[in-house]
């Protein structure tokens, strides 16, 4: 059985333990890991390129994207995603640090702690009005898994 992308939840907060407070509006995940950088070792008597992996991966930015959509049937869940925007910017501009938790619909988890920025993106005709999330990766992201992966909810870093 495969699971659908529909469902996924991106939620923050200011403490790890606290209660965390539900993003809407997003459309898009990045990618949650990397294959770690290899260095380069070869030398003037070596006829191929050679490598060694060294193990250390880059955490760099993780960015969503998010639709600022008009719901005529539910005003509720635009007033939602204007203040998932809002909540980011206020953070962004505070300097506040938030948690991180990325729940997908078969259970698995992403945790971890970053730098938030938010804008919104350019328009054209015919587009919808968009934002983009992007934060840091400051600790080690926790992976739980979800049903498909593991019997069991034991948590390991991931990168």
């Known amino acids: 059985m495969e699971f659908s992308s529909q469902g996924i939840k991106l939620t923050v907060c ?9 993003m809407y509006g997003f459309y898009t ?7 770690p950088d290899d260095i380069d070792v070869t ?10 992996d060294s193990g250390v991966k880059k955490r760099g930015r993780l960015s969503f994207e998010a639709y600022i959509n008009v719901k005529e049937a539910s005003e509720s869940e635009t007033t939602k995603i204007l203040e998932s925007y809002k909540y980011l910017r206020q953070a962004q501009e505070a300097g506040t640090k938030l ?7 078969d259970g698995g988890t992403h945790k971890w702690k970053g730098t938030p920025s938010a804008w919104r993106l350019a328009s054209n005709i015919k587009e919808a009005l968009k934002f983009r999330y992007s934060t840091t990766v400051e600790t080690n992201m926790v992976e739980t898994y ?11 870093p991931a990168g």
């Open 43 to 52: 030398n003037f008597g070596d006829t191929e390129e050679r490598s060694i």
């Open 14 to 22: 200011e403490t790890e333990d606290g209660t965390y407070k539900e």
């Open 146 to 156: 979800g049903t498909l992966s593991s019997s069991s909810n034991e948590e390991t």
């Open 99 to 105: 948690w991180h938790k990325l729940e997908y619909p």
């Open 29 to 35: 995940t990045p990618d949650l890991g990397q294959e």
